[in-house]
């Protein structure tokens, strides 16, 4: 199974200021025939199921307000929040859609400071 | 537009059967996308448990297989999740999703509420 380490556990960040995620995987999720990275994130909060922000490492959903980016390629990716917002308190999960088993990471916990 | 709703006991008792259903509506459910189950168990993170599209084509996590049956009813719009032989480790909110496309690897982007499931006697 290809495990998913997310970094921080938690961290708390001052309304208006850059939250950083990190996510490792223990192997390659980036497919050389398509050049695509099969990493998502997702956004939940209490009560609700998972959202999802970005598919392929970096292509935001529709919807998705633009504070939200991902980067990285191969085993490293990062999920940035570049100006939290108060409405942004959850919790983090990045998924491999690499092949199966389908795994995620054990989340990152966003809160203000 | 799309939504799921799992549905089926919220109480389970050690050694029986776990069964959900997962009810689609506003889509009529063809071979046309994958449909899994994802669960959480309380204060916990996401465990995938498997993926359906059709009834040649149902993918299990390895660490579930042995005890999980996922089948799909396009004719009443829904899909299924039985888990046998449950433990207090099967304890978990359970949900129900969609794939984004028609590949298997793709994002989960539309959820169920999900539904609190425990295993007690």
């Known amino acids: 199974d290809i495990v998913m380490t997310q970094s921080p556990d938690s961290l708390a960040v001052s309304l208006g200021e850059r939250a950083t995620i990190n996510c490792k995987s223990s192997?390659?999720?980036?497919?050389?025939?398509?050049?695509?990275?099969?990493l998502v994130w997702y956004q939940q909060k209490p009560g609700q199921p998972p959202k999802v922000l970005i598919n392929?490492?970096?292509t935001r959903e529709s919807g998705v307000p633009d504070r939200f980016s991902g980067s990285g390629s191969g085993t490293d990716f990062t999920l940035t929040i570049s100006s939290l917002q108060a409405e942004d308190v959850a919790i983090y999960y990045c998924?491999?859609?690499?092949?199966?088993?389908?795994?995620f990471g054990g989340g990152t916990r966003v809160e203000v400071k | 537009q799309v939504q799921l709703q799992e549905s089926g006991p919220g109480l389970v008792k050690p050694s029986e059967t776990l069964s959900l259903i997962c009810t689609v509506s506003?889509?009529?459910?063809?071979?046309?996308?994958?449909w899994g189950w994802i669960r959480q168990p309380p204060g916990k993170g996401l465990e995938w448990i498997g993926s359906?599209?059709?009834?040649?084509?149902?993918y299990y996590n390895p660490s579930l297989k042995s005890r999980v049956t996922i089948s799909v009813d396009t004719s009443k719009n829904q899909f299924s999740l039985e888990v046998r032989s449950v433990t207090a480790a099967d304890t978990a909110v359970y949900f129900c999703?969609?794939?984004?496309?028609?590949?298997?690897?793709?994002?989960?982007?539309?959820w169920g509420q999900g539904t609190m499931v425990t295993v007690s006697s």
């Open positions: 999703a969609r794939d984004k496309s028609a590949s298997l690897y793709d994002a989960f982007d539309i």
């Open positions: 506003g889509y009529s459910m063809s071979s046309t996308y994958y």
């Open positions: 998924q491999q859609s690499y092949y199966t088993p389908f795994t």
């Open positions: 192997q390659t999720i980036l497919f050389d025939s398509n050049n695509k990275n099969y």
């Open positions: 392929w490492a970096s």
């Open positions: 359906i599209y059709d009834s040649e084509n149902v």
